[in-house]
């Protein structure tokens, strides 16, 4: 059985089975976060923060941020993996790092943004606090109110108005950040930490298929993990291998070398 390791296509497998089930996972969990209520964090009628006006239509809706994020990324990477390094090995590899990157930063801040709870800065415009058939516009002394008042029907554009920190847009796509701020859906502090969670996730995706970029070759991917330590007569002491990415301390070592599929090919 341990001698199966052993053979290309298996060792291959298993080398990113971890990585795309890891994927999978973290969809699974970003979609049952996004069906939690957030945390509901009292409010004052008369911030001025969340007074900015509630608009329908987005400027940059979600399927536009997921061609941007993803559609285009993916096209580029074939293209490049393809047609310029005729890598196919280097196609997947630089869509895994992505598709970890991205699910990484959405996972992230989802789970922030329904523990946080923060009001969007169209908040009141969405909540429509009322107090006994009346618009309440007043704050009562030493008081905060809380989303009892809120006389909003559809729930779900209440709920998506506490989740304002941080801007998932800007952490996947920078340049999408300038426009939460135009249709008053986050504040500068959004954007600004979803940016930094964004780029934090996308060097440490990065780093796990390709070496650091001040490396000789640093557009070569990674090769598929060493799994010969697996076998039972192989002659590998598994201790004697330096840890070198997160995947280490479950058991898997990547190799020593790098695969230049593109070199190979024109040789």
């Not at 996972?25 to 996004?34: P, S």
């Not at 239509?57 to 993803?70: D, K, M, N």
């Not at 310029?84 to 992230?108: A, C, E, K």
């Not at 070759?217 to 997160?246: I, M, N, W």
Request: charged share 15%.
């Amino acid at each position: 059985m341990w001698a199966k390791f052993r053979e290309p296509s298996v060792r291959l497998v298993c080398s990113y089975l971890f990585d795309w089930i890891f994927c999978i996972v973290l969809l699974a969990l970003f979609f049952l976060l996004n069906r939690l209520e957030p945390f509901h964090r009292p409010f004052s009628v008369q911030n001025t923060a969340i007074m900015y006006p509630y608009i329908d239509s987005e400027r940059i809706p979600i399927w536009a941020l997921a061609l941007i994020v993803i559609v285009f990324p993916v096209l580029v990477i074939a293209v490049i993996g393809l047609g310029v390094r005729r890598s196919p090995y280097d196609v997947h590899n630089g869509i895994l790092g992505l598709l970890v990157s991205v699910l990484l930063t959405t996972m992230f801040t989802q789970v922030i943004k329904v523990t946080v709870g923060k009001q969007r800065p169209d908040f009141l415009a969405r909540c429509k606090p009322m107090m006994n058939g009346v618009p309440l516009v007043y704050d009562q002394p030493l008081t905060l109110w809380t989303v009892d008042v809120c006389s909003q029907t559809n729930h779900l554009i209440l709920k998506d108005g506490m989740r304002s920190f941080p801007s998932g847009h800007a952490s996947s796509a920078i340049l999408v950040a300038i426009s939460r701020m135009m249709d008053f859906r986050h504040s500068a502090l959004d954007v600004t930490w979803g940016a930094v969670i964004g780029l934090v996730f996308a060097v440490f995706a990065y780093l796990q298929y390709y070496p650091p970029l001040t490396a000789a070759k640093c557009e070569v991917p990674y090769p598929p993990r060493d799994f010969s330590y697996l076998a039972r007569d192989t002659q590998v002491d598994v201790h004697d291998q330096e840890p070198g990415r997160l995947e280490s301390a479950i058991g898997i070592r990547p190799n020593d070398h790098f695969v230049d599929e593109s070199q190979t090919q024109t040789q």
